[in-house]
């Protein structure tokens, strides 16, 4: 009986010992998977009735993706080691699981506390035990690459929409430009036959000045959207610039800004006039904008030293830090979608860098924005549009066929050319001006770049079909540099090339040159 009961006892022992060391394998191998895991793990032992969460276990991949030891938050509370767990709402989650049994996905949210904070996504489970099981990954990185899509997308929409406007402005600066061109034609035409008289000459003047301010609206337009505006700097006054600027803007101010402008005399800079009356246009607007109840608007502007200075201030809703470090980015707005480009800015940074320059900004939420611009102050230099006489050269006679489909642009250049003692037939189509070309064998073509049914290059090229040595010139709304412009092949066919609007002395300059050479 004894020797029995030692085997039973032996068997027993044998089965606890094999029992024993496969709870051990199946520990390791749990213990192995827990820490091997990506994704971080934490085990809360439940007490009460759910009325807190002890930490039990946490494996490795928490320990780093948390900035948590183990060993110290061990039996510590949920809300002790995860603060920020009450704001997103998980210790109720955990009651729910625990009381229902049933597991709950947490969608990605952005935790935050005082030793960590990331992107996480959580899965919360219930043991049979009764311990609660969250398994949950940080999808801070796959966060930030879809950010980094996003801004890649804008940027994208951004270029798309800058085309656009590019290709709108082309058209716009073209048509514009053929009125600008028959108004200063029968200007200048209306000077050559009563340029006697003080009334007209002082009336003249004055058209001649708006005619100035429409080119320079319609390169202020080409820059904004990158289409074919050249730098080419002058000497000019900034405060010229900030008042007419000012002129423009100031029919959409809401009477409740109040407008202070005080401005020095003699503020020379070497730049761009239509560049920098966008410059003040952008941070004049941006203003205004930052007012909608109303507010004070100053504008000073002064010299010290070698530099001139201007300080653009508003009383407005002002900027926060993280605005302010941004507001120089492309396609960055801080104002609400649809309705900003996220351009205004950016190109006053490029603008102002373009001309030497430096811009410096400091705002208080609630306070206002204030604006510091900086150029280098240029030596005065006499205006070419002061010379009191004009240079012009007179033809002799010499035969101009001149083409071009807008009916005023056309009555404006004939007009201009006969002033110029030439002999001068038109051509409204280019059918029309290859056949008088064949009749009349005229000296010089001044030609339109666009028109229908055949546009200039295509009637230059049968032009040249007809005679090799014909004199042309192209005369368009669009710059010859830009997307809109000529290329080579182009400018090899031809002599010259005048954009709208061409005055009496460019004109009579540009067709002596060509005639003589």
Known sequence: LYARQERRVESRTRTLHRTEQRLRKSEARFRAIFDNMKS????????????????????????????????????????????????????????????????????????EDERTSGWREYDVYRLPSGEIVTLFNDLTGVKKSEEEQRAL?????????????????????????????????????LDMIHGDDPEVKETVRNI???????VGLVNSLLHFSKVGVEFN????????????????????????IQVELKLAEGLFVNGNRSLLGQVFMNLFTNA?????????????????????????????????QETLERIFEPFFSAKDVGKGTGLGLSTVHGIVAEHGGRI????????????????????????EREKSEKQVVQGKGQKILIVD??????????????????????????????????EWRPDLVLMDRNMPEMDGVACIKELL?????????????????????????????????????????????????????
């Not at 700097?233 to 409740?256: A, W």
């Not at 109840?293 to 502007?301: D, I, S, Y």
């Not at 306070?367 to 150029?375: A, D, E, R, S």
């Not at 002033?419 to 064949?438: F, H, I, S």
Request: glycine share 10%; aromatic share 8%; proline share 4%.
């Open 40 to 111: 971080g793990v934490v085990v809360y032992e439940v007490g009460g009735d759910a009325e807190e969460f002890l930490t039990a276990d946490v494996n490795y991949a928490a320990e780093e993706m948390e900035g948590i030891d183990r060993g110290q938050v061990r039996g510590k509370r949920l809300e002790e080691v995860f603060p920020g767990y009450g704001r997103v709402g998980l210790p109720e989650v955990f009651r729910r699981v625990w009381r229902t049994g049933e597991s709950e996905h947490v969608p990605a949210f952005l935790y």
């Open 153 to 189: 997308q804008n940027r994208l929409l951004g270029s798309q929409k800058l085309e656009s406007l590019g290709r709108l402005a082309g058209g716009v600066a073209h048509n514009f430009r053929n009125i600008l061109q028959a108004v200063l034609g029968n200007v200048e035409y």
């Open 208 to 214: 001649n000045n708006s005619v100035d301010k429409g």
């Open 233 to 256: 700097p002058v000497v000019l006054d900034l405060k010229d610039v900030i008042l007419e600027t000012y002129t423009i803007i100031e029919r959409v101010f809401d009477k409740r």
């Open 288 to 320: 205004r904008d930052a007012m909608p109840e109303g507010g004070r608007l100053a504008v000073q502007a002064d010299r010290t030293g070698n530099q001139v200075w201007a300080v653009v201030s508003d009383t407005g809703h002002g900027m926060d």
């Open 360 to 383: 410096a900004v400091s705002s208080t939420p609630g306070k206002g924005t204030v604006f510091k611009i900086y150029f280098p102050l240029a030596e005065k230099r006499k205006d």
């Open 405 to 438: 489909d807008e009916p005023s642009s056309l009555e404006a250049l004939v007009g201009l050319a006969k002033g110029l003692n030439y002999d001068v037939q038109a051509a409204a189509r280019p059918t029309e001006a290859l056949k008088k070309y064949a």
């Open 465 to 517: 079909k007809e005679d090799r040595d014909a004199r042309i010139i192209i005369v368009s709304g669009y710059e010859e540099s830009g997307p809109n412009g000529i290329d080579e092949t182009v400018s090899n066919m031809i002599k010259g090339y005048l954009t709208k609007p061409c005055g009496l002395e460019e004109l009579s300059r540009t067709l002596s040159r060509v005639l003589a050479a």
